[in-house]
């Protein structure tokens, strides 16, 4: 019995380490990750191939595992980031395209007041979450614990925004400058399309009511393209590609935004 009782204790710790303690009720967990039509690399792609083949054309998916970012994964544990950020100021936007709505709450309330799981009744601009709009000043020591992606563009530096987003919760399809999205814990799902093909949506409605109720109706030519990442996965996205996001499970997300 106390061998059982061990086992059972291990697996429980194995399963924390996976979502690093930002579990999902199963009931909560709407959609599953879809197909990939983005190509995938690892680390043996080149930075020549990279600029040659992805960094002014299309997206891709890039697998580098977690062994690099160890530290980095270990602060944004759910009970690290209480511990030493909990009483921290974030601010968040409202999840439709323009984000015209920002409002300033602790970590700690974000967490137990306003982190719950999107529904296919509420709509972007009632739906509120952390992403990006970080003061480097106060996330500082965080951000330098971040093994940044692996790949660059000429004459541009990166800035990071950091966030973290409840089931169900993403943005819906917008557009800026080329960047990686890495996701932490969880798993994120992508739809991307080039910028002289711009997606059918209303800005005030979420990704994940455009999921089930528009993406079946469209024609195959104009399905955008998609691929679900998870921990140790980044995506990369070229200028002014139009892409919408949608958290399967709480996710933990870095985006490193270039300029």
């Excluded at 393209?225 to 996965?233: A, K, M, Q, V, Y």
Aim: glycine letters at 8%; hydrophobic letters at 35%; a neutral charge.
């Amino acid at each position: 019995m106390c061998a059982f009782y061990f086992l059972f204790a291990l697996f429980i710790y194995f399963l924390e380490i996976d979502h690093g303690g930002w579990s999902t009720d199963k009931e909560a967990v709407l959609v599953t990750p879809g197909p990939c039509t983005i190509d995938v690399r690892d680390h043996t792609l080149t930075q020549k191939e990279f600029l040659h083949r992805y960094a002014y054309s299309k997206p891709l998916i890039i697998k580098r595992g977690r062994n690099e970012n160890h530290n980095f994964l270990k602060s944004c544990r759910k009970k690290n980031m209480l511990e030493k950020y909990g009483s921290k100021k974030i601010r968040l936007s409202s999840a439709n395209t323009h984000s015209y709505q920002k409002v300033d709450v602790t970590l700690q309330y974000y967490v137990e007041n306003v982190l719950k799981p999107q529904t296919l009744q509420m709509m972007g601009n009632e739906t509120f979450y952390w992403f990006g709009d970080n003061n480097y000043t106060e996330w500082q020591e965080l951000f330098d614990m971040y093994s940044a992606p692996p790949y660059y563009l000429p004459d541009m530096t990166g800035v990071y925004s950091f966030g973290l987003a409840g089931a169900g919760t993403g943005v819906p399809f917008h557009f800026h400058g080329p960047g990686f999205g890495e996701v932490i814990y969880g798993r994120k799902r992508w739809f991307l399309t080039p910028p002289d093909k711009k997606p059918n949506f209303h800005p005030n409605r979420t990704t994940l009511q455009w999921l089930i109720e528009d993406l079946p109706k469209l024609g195959s030519e104009d399905h955008p393209l998609e691929c679900t990442i998870g921990p140790g996965e980044m995506i990369y996205f070229p200028d002014r590609w139009w892409h919408g996001t949608l958290n399967i499970d709480t996710s933990v997300f870095i985006s490193t935004f270039l300029g």
